[in-house]
């Protein structure tokens, strides 16, 4: 069994800002292994952020982001359950990480069942007429929209989308980590993207 010192613990704490025993447990689970003991402490935040799922979120921030040049803002609402954790460093740090992915990736809505009916027939009455043009046979078809169609929302919907920050990652991923780490349930609830003359 390897000795598990405190400089690995501090090295795993500084990663994953999980508490010292549960970094010390993590890394005596897995024999002083730092990566396994990170990927051990990230599904554990998983598991806790699905028990809190149901909590209710009525507290938090309005957030606004600016970005260098002036020219595109965004505003988002993130809830969670205490205003003691919507006042922590780690939770403004972050809503200002959400702020910037919408920022640069420019997403329709928070979740999928926000994009309208009228919207999802559209796309998939154009993804049809793509497939038909590039010579797909009919059988073969629904199954290219429905590819497509999850590549629209990976796009289109927030919580859907890659971290711009880690490819790895889901914006969902993210939030289970934050909830995770804070020990509450958090939500983001709506967000506005401003872009000069727009």
């Known amino acids: 069994m390897a000795e598990i010192t405190a400089k690995m613990v501090k090295e795993l704490r500084d990663k994953t800002g999980a ?7 993590a890394l005596a689970k897995t024999d002083g292994d730092g990566e396994k003991a990170l990927k051990h402490l990230r599904e554990q935040g998983i598991a806790s952020a699905n028990k809190k799922a149901g909590r209710e979120t009525t507290e938090g921030v309005i957030f606004s982001y600016i970005h260098p040049g002036d020219k ?6 993130i809830a969670c359950e205490t205003d003691f954790v919507a006042r922590t460093d780690d939770f403004r740090a972050f809503a200002k990480d959400i702020a910037m992915q919408i920022a640069a990736t420019d997403p329709k809505v928070v979740e999928r069942d ?13 993804f049809r007429v793509q497939a038909l043009k590039e010579g797909k ?26 971290f711009v920050k880690d490819n790895d990652k889901t914006i969902t991923d993210v939030v289970k980590e934050m909830i995770g780490k804070l020990g509450e349930n958090m939500k983001i609830k709506r967000f506005v993207r401003f872009r000069l003359g727009e």
Do not use: H, W
């Not at 595109?72 to 609402?77: F, P």
């Open 19 to 25: 508490g010292m025993m549960d970094c010390k447990n």
């Open 72 to 77: 595109l803002g965004v505003l988002v609402e």
């Open 114 to 126: 926000q994009v309208t009916p009228e919207l999802v027939e559209s796309e998939k009455d154009v």
């Open 137 to 162: 046979p009919e059988k073969i078809v629904e199954k290219i929209i429905t590819g497509r169609m999850d590549k629209f929302y990976g796009e289109a919907c927030l919580m859907e989308q890659v």
